[in-house]
């Protein structure tokens, strides 16, 4: 049973430029949060996908936008990369209702701006 | 002034020794208490879940929650090397989506 996938694995970017992230779910699960994790730092909240819907956002400029389709999976857009937005980007999948515990993350997008 | 506040170490110990680590917090409203696992260039991996106060005990590792304190800890009896990674503590408040507020992590290395 694959876990949570994210692709791609690595991704060097220029300021200015526009990045798509990917995610497949967990199988079974319906619902899909990302994460940036800058380096030394715990993963902080950039928003949550449920019903092809943003249901909840972080603390997040509006370049930082995503999409949900049908199957569930997910993506993450930046537009106009600046160097501070270099950092993990992680998915994490869950079953709407299992609650708190139910994440799964995958491995993560490492994502550099030069 | 960071709602979760957490010593990033690095924390440097001999196998076999016991590692307390832990996190303060200042939201009230924090209700779910949990420890993730995170290896270098992986994703986090759920280690320990607790709902509101209490202790919880899963083979060497044993996760406590004073909420009259705002701390939570996690404790790893006879650690060993393969223990070694960074710890994030992890809470989330009722009824608001389960959003995971983090800590900045705390690595640890476990030496032979």
């Known amino acids: 049973d694959a876990g949570v996938t994210q692709s791609p694995t690595h991704l060097i970017k220029t300021r200015g430029q526009q990045v798509t992230l990917r995610c497949s779910p967990k199988s079974g699960h319906d619902t899909v949060s990302w994460y940036q994790q800058a380096l030394g730092q715990g993963p902080q909240f950039i928003f949550q996908?449920?019903?092809?819907?943003?249901?909840q956002r972080g603390n997040f400029p509006d370049r930082f936008s995503g999409h949900q389709f049908p199957n569930y999976s997910s993506e993450l857009n930046v537009n106009a990369l600046l160097l501070g937005d270099s950092a993990l980007y992680l998915c994490?999948?869950?079953?709407?209702?299992?609650?708190?515990?139910?994440?799964?993350f995958g491995s993560g997008t490492r994502l550099t701006v030069v | 002034q960071k709602e979760v506040e957490q010593d990033p170490g690095p924390l440097s110990v001999p196998e076999g020794a016991i590692v307390s680590l832990n996190c303060t917090y200042s939201n009230s409203a924090f209700q779910y208490f949990m420890w993730y696992r995170q290896y270098s260039r992986k994703g986090p991996e759920l280690l320990m879940y607790?709902?509101?106060?209490g202790n919880k005990e899963d083979g060497r590792f044993t996760a406590q929650v004073d909420k009259s304190s705002k701390y939570i800890s996690l404790f790893i009896r006879d650690s060993q090397p393969s223990d070694s990674a960074t710890y994030l503590c992890?809470?989330?408040?009722?009824?608001?989506?389960?959003?995971?507020?983090f800590g900045a992590g705390t690595r640890l290395a476990v030496h032979p």
């Open positions: 994490a999948s869950s079953l709407s209702g299992q609650g708190a515990r139910g994440y799964t």
């Open positions: 607790t709902y509101s106060s």
């Open positions: 992890a809470m989330s408040a009722t009824g608001g989506y389960n959003k995971l507020i």
């Open positions: 996908y449920y019903e092809e819907e943003e249901r």
